[in-house]
Nanobody, 126 residues
Framework: QVQLVESEGGLVRVGGSLRVSCAAS????????MGWFRQAPGKEREFVAA????????RYADPVLGRFTISRDNTKNTVYLQMNSLKPEDTAVYLC???????????????????WGQGTQVTVSS
């Protein structure tokens, strides 16, 4: 069992930056791929970024490529999402998720993730 707790999100101006983090319980953090997903009101949950258990492989959704960076610190059981050049369309609840490592690269499918945090609100104002 893994428990995930996201840091507080926030309200940011267009073009601004924000970093959110997700702390995981347990001693086997490195055996989990970690992902960030987001869900805006009235929309389906969508993939944002993922990182392999070792941190070697990363994947990004096209809308955030070049603006967002996912990273992890396995000594702190924490995954981060650095968000730069934020846009109003980035406004959503951001959720972190953990998936037992099953392949070389992390999955982009929410159905492949076993554990989920409760989410944190990120609002980008124009």
């Amino acid at each position: 069992q893994v428990q995930l707790v996201e840091s507080e999100g926030g309200l940011v101006r267009v073009g601004g930056s924000l970093r959110v983090s997700c702390a995981a319980s347990g001693r086997t953090f490195g055996t989990y791929d970690m992902g960030w997903f987001r869900q805006a009101p009235g929309k389906e949950r969508e993939f944002v970024a993922a990182i392999s258990g070792s941190g070697r492989y990363r994947r990004y959704a096209d809308p955030v490529l070049g603006r967002f960076t996912i990273s992890r610190d396995n000594t702190k059981n924490t995954v981060y999402l650095q968000m730069n050049s934020l846009k109003p369309e980035d406004t959503a609840v951001y959720l972190c998720a953990a998936a037992l490592v099953r392949a070389l690269v992390p999955s982009t499918k929410s159905s492949d993730y076993d554990y989920w945090g409760q989410g944190t609100q990120v609002t980008v104002s124009s």
